[in-house]
T-cell receptor, first 113, second 114 residues
Framework: GQQLNQSPQSMFIQEGEDVSMNCTSS?????WLWYKQDPGEGPVLLIA?????ELTSNGRLTAQFGITRKDSFLNISASIPSDVGIYFC?????????????FGKGTLLTVNP | DTGVSQNPRHKITKRGQNVTFRCDPI?????LYWYRQTLGQGPEFLTY????????KSRLLSDRFSAERPKGSFSTLEIQRTEQGDSAMYLC????????????FGPGTRLTVT
């Protein structure tokens, strides 16, 4: 089945630093989405990408849909303490009768103030 | 608050008991999804509804699991004869029926089977 490899598994950074994380797949996806999850809560949608090569920003967050459609990247600039959490990538193949998301294992981000 | 809601937020049950969870999607979203998440993993797809029709079920969904969405609005997920391996966070998500595939998640129901 489809698998998403997300890296790094965890990151420890200082407040103010920039962060990069990525996700690669063995399969092509039509859509890439990035979520953030806090402990005990559901994932919150950050950015959705729909076209290969697309670069989309949401405040300090920027994500890109890889040209091969098998990867995606998320960058966070000027990190702040509330950026702490687990970041998940998710890929989706649109078609047929299913719109399920396939998730990576997450990147745990810790920001030291 | 017009987001996805789930009840209960936490459930502790003894092995062998039946449990039922409820999900209320964002109003007017006709697609509803159930996912399961265990510690250190991303959510895994369980099943999907378009309106009241259950269109896809994962192999993770054993015959002890059943989901319904009787009127195309809220959904329930029932687990019969719970096992310790069922302990997980059960997440519900919804999306609109248009071209957008953005799924919005609820806060989840944390199930602990003792």
């Amino acid at each position: 089945g489809q698998q998403l490899n997300q890296s790094p598994q965890s990151m420890f950074i200082q407040e103010g630093e920039d962060v990069s994380m990525n996700c690669t797949s063995s399969s092509i996806f039509n859509t890439w989405l990035w979520y953030k999850q806090d402990p005990g809560e559901g994932p919150v949608l950050l950015i959705a990408l729909y076209k290969a090569g697309e670069l989309t920003s949401n405040g300090r967050l920027t994500a890109q849909f890889g040209i091969t459609r098998k990867d995606s990247f998320l960058n966070i600039s000027a990190s702040i303490p509330s950026d702490v959490g687990i970041y998940f990538c998710a890929g989706q193949i649109i078609g047929g009768s299913n719109y399920k998301l396939t998730f990576g294992k997450g990147t745990l981000l810790t920001v030291n103030p | 608050d017009t987001g996805v809601s789930q009840n209960p937020r936490h459930k502790i049950t003894k092995r062998g008991q039946n449990v039922t969870f409820r999900c209320d999607p964002i109003s007017e979203h006709n697609r509803l999804y159930w996912y399961r998440q265990t510690l250190g993993q991303g959510p895994e797809f369980l099943t999907y509804f378009q309106n009241e029709a259950q269109l896809e079920k994962s192999r993770l969904l054993s015959d002890r699991f059943s989901a319904e969405r009787p009127k195309g609005s809220f959904s329930t997920l029932e687990i019969q004869r719970t096992e310790q391996g069922d302990s997980a966070m059960y997440l519900c998500a919804s999306s609109s029926g248009g071209a957008s595939s953005e799924q919005y998640f609820g806060p989840g129901t944390r199930l602990t089977v003792t």
